[in-house]
């Protein structure tokens, strides 16, 4: 089991930066691959980025390829989206999620494959 508590959300104008935190609870943090979404309204909760257990590989959904970047401080039982370069399409709820680690996948990209997720930061981005 684990528990994810996300931080770091925010009203920011267009072409600024944040970083949004997402802590763990649990002792297997490392065994969890971990991941990003967003949910705009009135639409589907969409794939961000995710990153594998050991923080080695990550990937990126094409829309924030070159401006977000995802990272994990297995210390900590951290992970982070840093998200440069913002723009008012970015404005949505974004949720960290947590599943198990799988041999043979880093990374999973459909919200039905993560088993945890957190209660989501809302970030606004102003034009």
């Known amino acids: 089991q684990v528990q994810l508590v996300e931080s770091g959300g925010g009203l920011v104008q267009a072409g600024d930066s944040l970083r949004l935190s997402c802590a763990a609870s649990?002792?297997?943090?490392?065994?969890?691959?971990m991941g990003w979404f967003r949910q705009a309204p009135g639409k589907e909760r969409e794939f961000v980025a995710a990153?594998?257990?050991?923080?080695?590989?990550?990937y990126f959904e094409d829309a924030v390829k070159g401006r977000f970047t995802i990272s994990r401080d297995n210390d900590k039982k951290t992970v982070y989206l840093q998200m440069s370069s913002l723009k008012p399409e970015d404005t949505a709820v974004y949720y960290c999620?947590?599943?198990?680690?799988?041999?043979?996948?880093?990374?999973?990209?459909?919200?039905?494959?993560?088993?945890?997720w957190g209660q989501g930061t809302q970030v606004t981005v102003a034009s």
């Open positions: 649990g002792r297997t943090f490392t065994m969890y691959i």
């Open positions: 990153i594998s257990g050991s923080g080695g590989n990550t």
């Open positions: 999620a947590a599943r198990w680690a799988v041999s043979g996948r880093s990374y999973f990209t459909d919200r039905t494959d993560y088993n945890y």
